[in-house]
């Protein structure tokens, strides 16, 4: 029968000689290629010591934003939770008080807010969807491993930004988007 | 009868009915949008200017066309006329202007507010609006009032449309709240902050396109897409009792008229109805409501074996028709493209 390609081998069942049937060339040969691998650059890395550089696009866990003067952006509009594929967002909202003006940017706030991180996909749909700038999801930090399902679900505790880290420059990623910033990227580097 | 074409489809309509009217009975697809306009309030309509029509052809007697847009809900049929409403690009274009208008003072509060998911001004501006606002200076505000404890009114959302004037004045016995001071600086209000008492004043609510007048029951407790709504109806002495129910969970957090197609409630209610019965016991429930599939009060939820609901064309309280249909294929253009 024809082969369909050129790469088909032969199979005889002719005997192996002395040389090979003693299997030490072929020990030799691969204890090689073991050894050179020695010399080679490694591929892991030792994590948490090192850790490889984030692509700035990175779509990891979630904050809450607070803005300049570190209220809390968010004014459970629900459009995040509307946006989920996962539906991994729920929230409850508020009338904000007198006197906690400081406290929540608009008149409606986000009592509870809970993302199921069991659920999340990661897919930035929730920071597209928010008319507020107040979700984002972090280039830098990884949703951490977690032993119980009640672990999961992560309320307002550990999603708001803290206090400290709103004045920093760094923390205010002027109102762009994961996608926006991938476009300003590639702008950047010309290549699209 | 008189014959009418509106955008390339004729109907027969009896004499004394206006463009919208006839466009209505043509179907949701065709009629223009109106803000003010509410069928069964008389004397409303005029005021929002969003139903304008081109009209190409005045009459069979006179063919001249009219040389401006017109307001369809005010403008009465002729025999043998013929209208463009969705046809006529530089119609759309003037609409998109009084979109403009409408928005110009509205505020752009939509994440905090009630109304949205559910706001006929949303729609409008979604479907006939441009995409950004060309108004540059400071929108009008006004100092917060409280009308009583059912309704809470936010004069800052308000297009002036007249709509709950005109049930304040049609529905209840007593008026209590009316349109104070003029042009600009109109506003909603009540006389001397008098709260309003009567017991259909909860329609106003329903009436309202935007989201000045809003439920203070149902005030910031969900968003109206989280909820799902339920047609019931309960013995009431005071109205015909025939609801929608928003429920999430076993609670009931809202309790509406029935809206048809073009958002109006097909019977009032009572505020008994309306505000103190927010027990599922309270109800004779009839099953889910249908809300039209486009609606992101639908989005996330999905009918069985992939139906459209066939919003347009249906008696909106007879979903019971639809669940006892055989299942039908779905007709290719709604299917999606793989």
Not at chain 2, 121 to 135: C, I, K, N, P
């Amino acid at each position: 029968m024809e082969a369909l390609t050129n790469r088909s081998k032969r199979v005889s069942n002719k005997k192996l000689s002395l040389g090979e049937r003693l299997y030490l060339p072929a020990i030799v040969g691969g204890l090689g290629i073991t050894i050179r691998h020695f010399f080679k650059k490694k591929v892991t890395i030792q994590y948490p010591e090192e850790q490889r550089p984030m692509s700035s696009v990175y779509r990891g866990l979630h904050v809450l934003k607070r803005d300049e003067q570190g209220r809390e952006r968010c004014t459970a509009c629900g459009l995040c939770a509307v946006a989920c594929p996962a539906e991994a967002i729920t929230m409850t909202a508020s009338e904000r008080k007198k006197g906690e003006e400081h406290l929540y940017r608009e008149e409606k706030y986000a009592a509870v807010y809970e993302i199921n991180m069991l659920r999340c996909i990661f897919c930035g749909l929730c920071e597209e969807a928010c008319p507020k700038q107040a979700i984002y999801l972090q280039s830098d930090k990884l949703a951490p491993s977690f032993f119980s399902r009640t672990d999961v679900i992560y309320g307002k505790d550990r999603l708001v930004q803290s206090m400290e880290t709103i004045t920093s420059a760094k923390s205010v990623k002027s109102g762009l988007t994961t996608s926006d910033r991938y476009v300003d990227k590639v702008w950047k580097n010309g290549k699209y | 009868m008189l014959k009418v074409t509106i955008d390339g489809q004729t109907i027969e309509v009896p004499e004394g009915t206006t463009i919208l009217q006839a466009a209505r009975m043509l179907g949701p697809e065709v009629a223009p949008p109106a803000m003010c306009y509410y069928s069964t309030l008389e004397t409303s309509g005029g005021y929002c200017r969003t139903c304008i029509v081109k009209v190409t052809k005045g009459s069979e007697k006179d063919p001249r066309p009219m040389p401006k847009p017109v307001a369809s809900c005010r403008t009465m049929v002729m025999d043998g006329m013929e209208v463009q409403n969705k046809t006529s690009p530089e119609l759309l274009e003037a609409r998109k202007g009084v979109v403009e208008f409408l928005l110009a003072n509205h505020p752009l509060d939509c994440p905090v507010c009630d109304q949205a998911g559910e706001c006929h001004l949303q729609d409008l501006s979604f479907e006939h609006g441009a995409e950004s606002t060309r108004y540059e200076f400071e929108r009008r505000t006004f100092e917060k009032i409280d009308i009583g404890p059912n309704v809470q009114l936010h004069m800052t959302r308000c297009i002036l449309c007249y709509r709950c004037v005109k049930v304040a004045d049609q529905l209840t016995p007593g008026r209590s709240h009316g349109v104070l001071n003029r042009g600009d600086a109109s506003e909603i209000s009540t006389y001397i902050e008098k709260s309003i008492d009567n017991e259909f004043s909860g329609n106003v609510i329903d009436v309202c396109p935007v989201g000045a007048l809003t439920d203070k029951t149902f005030r910031f407790k969900n968003r109206v897409w989280f909820t799902k709504p339920m047609d019931a109806h309960r013995e009431c002495d005071k109205c015909s009792g025939k609801v929608a129910l928003w429920f999430k969970g076993a609670d009931v957090l809202r309790v509406t008229g029935r809206k048809d197609a073009f958002g109006e409630v097909e019977e009032f209610i009572c505020n008994t109805c309306r505000f103190e019965k927010k027990d599922a016991a309270d109800w004779k429930i009839e099953g889910p409501r249908v809300i039209d599939h486009k609606s992101v009060i639908s989005s996330n939820h999905y009918l069985a074996n992939n139906q459209v609901p066939d919003f347009a064309f249906r008696e909106v309280a007879d979903y019971k028709a639809i669940e006892d249909k055989p299942v039908q294929p779905v007709p290719a253009q709604n299917q999606l493209n793989n």
